[in-house]
């Protein structure tokens, strides 16, 4: 519009400039060498508008052809740049859908029509990573990395490439170099965390947790969270080594995060060796209301030391009454239980557990039964649930599971990755464990009394039976006296009239599962070489399964053993 408006306002100039020349009167005169030109003063002014208007166009064309070799290079310039950046814009596109020999195509395009631009050197690291050429992409991220404009994304390159090689010490100088260069970068800051974490350097993990907070890169519940288990992990480190440091550092994590468990068992340790009960109990009940956990639980029943094995059980049920009804309360409880001697009390516990047991509630009941009554064979039964029982809850991050907890993901390198829960591997899944008819016979036999033998009884072995009847099944548990009636035997074979009523065998018939006749089983079974085995020299008792072999003959000795020699 101001450019319309600008060209009226100069044709109306012009026009009133010619009509102001056409209106003056008067003639011009131009005398050269021995000529005199006279004209008047409009023509005259046509003249030079002519003249001038030529000049102009002369200066055009003459600027014009000296100037095309410039504009023929810059069209060939702008042509080269349009194919690269389209050979650019492709060759992402094939990287992005996995087409390695488009990319490496475009690649080669971008290369030669846009060598310097900062994206055709992506293309080329790009494509070379998805041939699997780490050469070619370790030279491409470090043209990059010399260039200003892509230092910092040629540095997290070579970070991946350095990662990939498995090359710790390279990749955590590229990531330091690059956190100097731009503390705000977030994969930096977390590689440098991580790489502190796992050596152990606690006091450089701090600070770059610190300095994470302060360029904003997380937020002030995360910061808190994370320094609490930065300085768990020194409190652990250090409780051997500096027990001053290592309580100060658990005292500061317990305040930033109360819920986390090793750092609530380590500062109720340290309470309570203060005398501090009160304030140890207080702790521990912050985390378990949080968390149960079986560290909190030992932890508050040993909060006061040289306490007897039923004031333990009294304050852990305590504990265990704020989290009614799970499964970490009903161990602790039962654990608790069983070192008082209080089995009722520690049945009861996991009564609610027993049909479907985690492999703790199964082995917390085999003790019971060896321990109350001395039932090994109950005891087996409950050892062979707990191999096929479901997992209990461990430290578990990423798919990693521990024996102990740890600050930092062995996986990942993520901070307070490590949580207290079931492992991947046993998760429930559709079909359901099914208890064998052993365990069910096991589990449903009962008790028989414990009868002490008369003074002088001796133990006999079963009487043999004509023909022997199929293999019933056995209850493995220790010999013992006891009054029960002996198993009938067939007619056929009738005992004799001298035996009198024997003791009870060793493997005894069960009525519970029908089957009347019993096996008798050899006391010594006979250990058979293989015949390949040489053996030993030593003296054993013969039977009839060792070769009955005669003594050793004596050599001969004098002229007959020479001679028997030579002729051998």
């Not at 010594?524 to 015949?531: D, E, G, L, Q, T």
């Amino acid at each position: 519009m101001y450019r319309v408006i600008l060209f009226l306002v100069l044709i109306a100039f012009a026009a009133f400039g010619a009509a102001w020349v056409a209106d003056q009167s008067g003639e011009f005169a131009l005398t050269w060498g021995g000529y005199r030109v006279e004209t008047s003063l409009s023509v005259f002014a046509l003249a030079v508008g002519i003249v001038v208007v030529a000049a102009f166009l002369v200066w055009s064309i003459l600027r014009g052809l000296w100037k095309t070799p410039e504009r023929i290079r810059r069209r060939r310039r702008e042509r080269r740049h349009a194919r690269g950046r389209h050979a650019i814009t492709h060759g992402l596109l094939a990287v992005g859908h996995g087409d390695s020999a488009a990319a490496r195509l475009h690649a080669d395009v971008a290369r030669r029509h846009a060598a310097d631009d900062p994206l055709a050197l992506l293309l080329r690291a790009q494509s070379a990573q998805l041939d699997g050429d780490r050469t070619g992409a370790q030279s491409a991220f470090r043209a990059m990395a010399e260039r200003p404009d892509t230092r910092l994304l040629g540095l997290r390159g070579l970070f991946i490439e350095a990662q990939r090689a498995d090359d710790p010490l390279s990749a955590v100088g590229i990531a330091e170099e690059a956190l100097k260069l731009a503390p705000s970068s977030t994969w930096a800051s977390q590689a440098v965390l991580g790489f502190r974490c796992a050596g152990g350097d606690w006091n450089g993990a701090l600070a770059i947790l610190d300095n994470n907070l302060a360029a904003g890169l997380i937020d002030k519940a995360a910061y808190r969270r994370q320094r609490g288990v930065l300085l768990t992990a020194r409190a652990l480190e250090l409780e051997k080594v500096d027990r001053d440091l290592s309580r100060d550092s658990v005292m500061e994590a317990i305040k930033l995060a109360p819920t986390l468990v090793p750092a609530a068992v380590l500062a109720s340790k340290y309470q309570s060796e203060a005398h501090q009960v009160r304030r140890s109990m207080r702790i521990v009940e912050a985390a378990w209301l949080a968390q149960p956990h079986p560290d909190l639980a030992d932890a508050y029943a040993h909060v006061r030391l040289g306490d007897s094995a039923r004031q333990r059980l009294v304050r852990v049920e305590t504990l265990a009454a704020k989290a009614p009804g799970h499964l970490e309360s009903a161990l602790a409880v039962s654990r608790a239980a069983i070192d008082a001697a209080e089995f009722a009390r520690a049945r009861e516990a996991l009564a609610p557990f027993i049909d479907a047991p985690t492999q703790r509630v199964a082995l917390l009941m085999a003790e019971i039964e060896r321990t109350e009554h001395g039932d090994s064979g109950r005891a087996r039964a409950w050892t062979l649930r707990a191999v096929r029982a479901l997992h209990d809850p461990v430290w578990t991050a990423d798919g990693y599971v521990s024996a102990t907890w740890r600050p930092v993901s062995p996986v990942s390198g993520r901070i307070d990755a490590f949580q207290w829960q079931m492992p991947l591997a046993s998760l429930p899944s559709d079909k359901a464990v099914e208890t064998s008819a052993f365990e069910q016979a096991m589990l449903a036999a009962p008790v028989p009394p414990r009868v002490e033998p008369p003074p002088g009884a001796a133990i006999e072995p079963p009487p043999m039976e004509a023909e022997p009847a199929p293999l019933a099944a056995q209850d493995n548990s220790p010999p013992r006296a006891v009054v029960a009636e002996p198993a009938p035997s067939p007619p056929a074979a009738p005992l004799p009239a001298e035996s009198a009523p024997a003791a009870t065998p060793l493997f005894r018939a069960r009525a519970d599962l029908g089957k009347t006749a019993t096996v008798p089983i050899p006391p010594v079974i006979p250990i058979v070489r293989a015949p390949d085995d040489p053996g030993i020299d030593e003296e054993v008792a013969t039977d009839e399964f060792t070769e009955q072999a005669g003594p050793a003959k004596a050599q001969a000795g004098g002229w007959r053993g020479f001679w028997g020699r030579w002729g051998s």
